[in-house]
């Protein structure tokens, strides 16, 4: 075989491009937030539950559910981003 002997191309890689097309896994922060926003919903709807409608805010009413329901939905949400 030639020395000289013609390779395929290689495709162009883009400066900070990765090497992979795999996704990169989510920064050390990411799921100690999404757990937390979870038990943090579940604890308000706890709390709510627990001091007969007198806490977290009282003026809410039953509004304190749909809260405790908002903030663990958005730590489901983050569960679909989980690499």
């Known amino acids: ?38 038990l943090l919903g579940l604890i308000w709807i706890i709390v709510f539950y627990v001091s007969q409608s007198q806490l977290p805010v009282a003026s809410l009413g039953s509004w304190n559910i749909v809260i405790g329901f908002g903030i663990m939905f958005v730590g489901f949400l983050m569960t679909t981003r989980w690499r």
């Open 1 to 38: 075989m030639a020395k000289n002997a013609q390779r395929p191309s290689e495709p162009e890689r883009r400066p900070g491009a990765s090497a992979s097309s795999e996704p990169q896994p989510n920064p050390v922060w990411f799921k100690p937030v999404m757990f937390g926003f979870m």
